[in-house]
């Protein structure tokens, strides 16, 4: 049967919904969404929090000096281990195991499987993911904060779309409710000649959009903060969301400036990738720092902070790789568990085991800007924020497929995992996936991938039952 994106079509007969209320407490989950038309701006209270969502691309708690129990001894960021220090630091927080899946959950609040965004974009279209996020179909965060009175800035790498003749793929930012997009529009290439001082400048706006390739060199992280530090001092006294999305630490890997690094750069092969992944990370640490230093006491004051990685550590870079795909694109948890920081006004320094995913800052951010929470995959963890029980997920899923789309079986892979507090199901499918399903127990452990599990047990049974009948649910609904 062809999936239908849940944006536009209910997937939710009247009498399931309460059925799934009682058996697995779904409800704030698997809602049914309706497309609107862009609502009007209005004002918004002069109290509302500012919103900076700061996202790392390709970070995950393996690279994290500051995540507990971290088996890592290479990867540099005082910046970010003194600002988890200082701040609350969610231990069990998850994304997707690629870049867009990761984005489009975030901003529409709904998984891949809704939206049709399953893995990564190929902007020049050499794969056969001829296909581009329904903005006007999704409940995009930033349409819905703008009716809060927000002004809404994207900074950095956008990778929700393919460059498709005649789609503007260079507005869809501006389409998705941002008011401006200044950054990249996709991946640095490195086989066309990209790099960090190599690259493609998109600005786009209402009145349209302008690209241009870089001529001065600049370091494109350090752009990207300069991009965003100019674009919230032009917001004045409106309440602002800016998604600043960095390029780093993704490849393609190459040695950053050495006035943002500690290591001197002569000492790093230039086929060392993970020591240039560290140096990038890093380089990226440091300029996160310049960026939180520059905002003005009041501002910083009313301003709430969510630093995250959007997937897993790439295979040549990661610390710890496992037979079974520990890494990037795989729904392994070295593949998923990112780091996730939060800072926000009155908030207590410390650490939480709520599990979270990705796509719950949606939720999170709109109830923050006081708006009403919709009706979708996402589920609000500002409670946690404000210092309250409850409201916290029981489980986290995570998926990626290709090819992207609504295109029936068989796909190139299917790959998903399901996590509640102690046990995880991995289930593949596809062409390119070896592992069909398979049971594992992570207990309390903060790090690790956990020990495949044989249904020898009666709780092991009935852990795999009960995963594999939310599985089913989440997934056929």
């Not at 790093?268 to 905002?295: K, P």
Request: with cysteine; glycine share 8%.
């Amino acid at each position: 049967m062809r999936i239908v994106s849940r944006c536009t079509v209910s997937l939710f007969t009247t009498w399931l919904r309460p059925l799934l209320r009682v058996a697995v407490s779904l409800a704030a989950w698997l809602g049914v969404t309706v497309a609107q038309a862009p609502p009007a701006q209005v004002d918004a209270s002069p109290k509302a929090p500012n919103l900076l969502v700061i996202l790392l691309d390709d970070w995950g708690i393996d690279r994290f000096d500051g995540f507990p129990t971290q088996p890592d001894t290479s990867a540099r960021t005082p910046v970010l281990d003194a600002f988890a220090a200082d701040n609350l630091l969610f231990t069990r927080a998850y994304a997707d195991p690629v870049c867009s899946p990761s984005r489009a959950a975030a901003l529409t609040g709904e998984y891949g499987r809704n939206t049709g965004v399953g893995t990564g974009f190929t902007w020049f279209n050499s794969h056969a993911d001829s296909f581009a996020l329904d903005l006007e179909a999704c409940r995009m965060l930033p349409a819905e904060l703008r009716t809060r009175g927000y002004r809404n800035i994207a900074i950095g790498k956008w990778h929700l779309t393919a460059n498709l003749p005649g789609s503007e793929p260079y507005m869809h930012p501006i389409r998705a409710g941002f008011d401006v997009h200044d950054g990249v529009i996709t991946n640095l290439v490195g086989v066309r000649g990209m790099s960090y001082v190599d690259y493609e400048v998109n600005l786009a706006t209402a009145e349209g959009s302008t690209q241009h390739d870089v001529t001065d060199g600049l370091y494109l992280t350090t752009r990207q903060i300069d991009d965003a530090l100019r674009h919230i001092e032009a917001a004045g006294e409106q309440p602002w969301f800016t998604w600043l999305a960095l390029t780093a630490p993704h490849a393609p890997w190459h040695k950053p400036p050495q006035s943002l690094v500690s290591v001197d750069l002569d000492s790093i092969e230039h086929d060392d990738n993970q020591a240039l992944y560290d140096a990038m990370l890093e380089a990226a640490d440091t300029e996160i720092g310049r960026l939180l230093q520059s905002l003005d006491a009041d501002t910083r004051a009313n301003t709430v902070v969510f630093v995250m990685g959007d997937n897993g550590t790439p295979g040549t870079a990661f610390n710890k790789q496992s037979e079974s795909g520990g890494k990037k694109g795989f729904p392994d948890e070295g593949g998923i568990h990112v780091p996730l920081i939060v800072s926000a006004p009155g908030l207590a320094a410390g650490t939480s085991a709520q599990l979270v995913h990705i796509v719950d800052l949606h939720a999170t951010l709109l109830e923050l800007a006081g708006a009403d929470a919709l009706d979708n995959d996402s589920v609000s963890f500002a409670p946690r924020l404000r210092g309250e029980s409850g409201g916290a997920r029981e489980w986290v899923y995570s998926a990626r497929r290709r090819p992207n789309g609504f295109s029936d079986p068989p796909r190139e892979f299917d790959r998903r995992s399901l996590r509640n507090d102690h046990w995880k199901l991995i289930t593949q499918t596809g062409s390119n996936d070896q592992r069909k399903s398979e049971l594992r127990f992570l207990g309390d452990a903060l790090w690790g991938e956990g020990e495949p599990v044989s249904p020898s047990t009666d709780e092991s049974r009935a852990a795999r039952r009960e995963l594999q009948a939310l599985l089913k649910l989440i997934e056929e609904r």
